[in-house]
């Protein structure tokens, strides 16, 4: 007999929270009974899954009370009070927060290239960062034939990656700048930040906080992400990886230019990586210049695909190249991502928290 | 007593023209008289020069006539026709097109950079493409103290870098957008182009027309144009350059994130990066993380300066860097850097002809 799973969605409202219940209805997911867990301030609202209304409840410790399934997007605080408690009551998360991502005791998957590493799951699977999925869906082919020896990228990232709140700030600040009047911004580039810019027909080279170091936390995240899932280890020396991300006024769908180097003497050409995105999983390759095709946020946005094009050799440095690729970010970079992993638990049967687990994630 | 000149601006009606024009007014250049020239669509226009009404022409072989110093921004194919007959009749040309920039006769000239290959100049003077030019103004003083051996850049470009209509059909896109009808696209990505996309919340990874190895002209014109100027040969294989240019839906100002390699075991810190440009020419630094301090387009418009920040050292990779450089693509980027030729020059005291040059670019 199928087993059927009792699923929660943290943070319901959102973003990524009404594309989390359309990537659901759309899965193979067996659902017996669906949750919508949100906010205080947003439960009572009435959504929909699969045609039938649902009222959203306000999260507690307890509301994870037989649940099976927690796929969770009500970001980091919420992530760190609520994972553990769901863990605790035998349901497994998949979270699409960045509080989880570097624990060691949690998988970061994208399961075109990791999906292997579900089967250590303690309970927590992390759904890594928006701008980071894509990039590594479209390397983990050519890593796998020609090797990977160095990354560099620069982001080109959407609105909504800060939220619906974010990419409506957008779209009023470029309907104030047409009609003439003043730009208001209180919420880019970071809402808790002391400083807030227009986005509207500008660029802000700032996702997230600062570092010490100089760079943004975004761009932390690219690095140390791409380093845990492509090689098994977030701080691994075999591969460099630096990124510059940048947002720019688009609402859904982030582009990126990946440079990388393959391994020395790896003998790859243009022609052999158009040929391995061409089959890979999950990549769509847009790349004809003759006939100007090449991936567009307005084109990629609604599917679940990674886009890819412009691949072509750096015509300096052997062994290395240059691609634009093009993702929804709301969908693989979020979304469809954390619906993927559970997919993949469910068929793979390990939808269980293993037993000595239960209190793993659990602090004092 | 001091050197009047009879300056003539061909192309006078178009988005760089009417800044020529303001660049000029604002200039230390003594001008005795001024001819505005355009094609003949354009002709029977007024415009101003310092309060004056002028009166634009049709260009003509013999607009040039008595006509000491040209300042052309009206295409290649215009250049191409007029520039060796304005030099034929004794006027100099500094042209803003790409016609004549990787002639071996003609210095392509940014003046913080390369001001001294001026007295080379056979008639004829390239202003660089604009993204070239605010990428080099920044890199040029790093160069001179640790040298200079890789640069990988990405651009961010405005839509008024494919002139006046590009900009005005991404307003009207996004209107159209944000109104919720259908957006028309007729200009971008290369108006002579078979397919045309809208700009507006989208990005297009398509600039100037595809060459055969997959890489768009504009990312040539930025490797062969950096080369000239940085190094004197527009194929030198002294640095590895490579540039993936984008169109993002900005009016004015175009972003580059752009990674450099100075010299193997120069020492440089991110410090020392910084207090170089804090003083170079045409450079102002905006580089403070904690005040949120880095360059943006909406800042830069109608600046003279290239704004530099995010300036922080790769991780992962010696002696090399990562920064972020904005500037007024109009004015840097075309309609300040050409006057401020025209300026030094008059400084210089090189605006002739030199006598043997008269005919070395009519052709038969």
């Given at each position: 007999m199928t087993r059927e799973y009792s699923v929660a969605i943290l943070g319901a409202t959102g973003a990524v929270g009404t594309r989390l219940i359309e990537q659901l209805e759309q899965s193979t997911i067996p659902v017996k009974n669906i949750k919508l867990l949100a906010s205080s301030r947003s439960a009572g609202k009435t959504l929909q899954f699969k045609g039938t209304d649902v009222v959203v409840e306000e999260a507690t410790p307890e509301s994870f009370d037989g649940v099976d399934l927690v796929l969770a997007s009500g970001g980091g605080s919420v992530s760190a009070r609520f994972a553990p408690e769901a863990v605790k009551r035998g349901a497994v998360v998949v979270d699409n927060s960045s509080q989880w991502r570097m624990n060691d005791d949690v998988p970061l998957i994208v399961p075109e290239v990791n999906e292997a590493d579900l089967k250590q799951h303690q309970g927590i699977i992390a759904n890594p960062n928006c701008s980071t999925i894509q990039m590594v869906v479209a390397l983990a082919p050519i890593k796998a034939k020609y090797g990977l020896t160095r990354v560099i990228v620069s982001t080109y990232q959407a609105a909504s990656g800060a939220g619906q709140s974010a990419w409506q700030e957008l779209v009023s600040e470029t309907d104030a700048h047409n009609a003439g009047k003043e730009m208001h911004a209180e919420?880019?580039?970071?809402?808790?930040?002391k400083h807030h810019y227009p986005l509207a027909y500008n660029l802000l080279p700032q996702i997230d906080v600062f570092e010490e170091d100089g760079y943004t936390h975004e761009e932390w995240k690219m690095i140390h992400e791409t380093k845990k899932i492509m090689f098994g280890d977030k701080n691994s020396k075999a591969v460099k990886v630096t990124a510059t991300a940048v947002r720019v006024p688009v609402p859904i769908g982030h582009g990126e230019t990946v440079y990388f180097e393959t391994d020395a003497g790896s003998g790859a050409t243009a022609a052999d990586i158009q040929a391995i995105l061409s089959e890979a999983p999950g990549v769509v390759l847009e790349d004809n210049p003759k006939e100007q095709l090449y991936p567009q946020p307005i084109n990629a946005e609604g599917k679940r695909e990674t886009f890819v094009g412009?691949?072509?050799?750096?015509?300096?440095?052997?062994d290395s190249f240059h691609m634009w690729v093009v993702s929804d970010n709301l969908l693989k970079g979020a979304a469809w991502n954390t619906v993927q992993i559970a997919e993949r638990l469910v068929d793979l049967d390990l939808v269980r928290v293993p037993e000595d687990a239960a209190n793993k994630f659990v602090t004092a």
């Open positions: 919420i880019l580039p970071v809402k808790s930040a412009r691949v072509r050799p750096d015509l300096e440095n052997d």
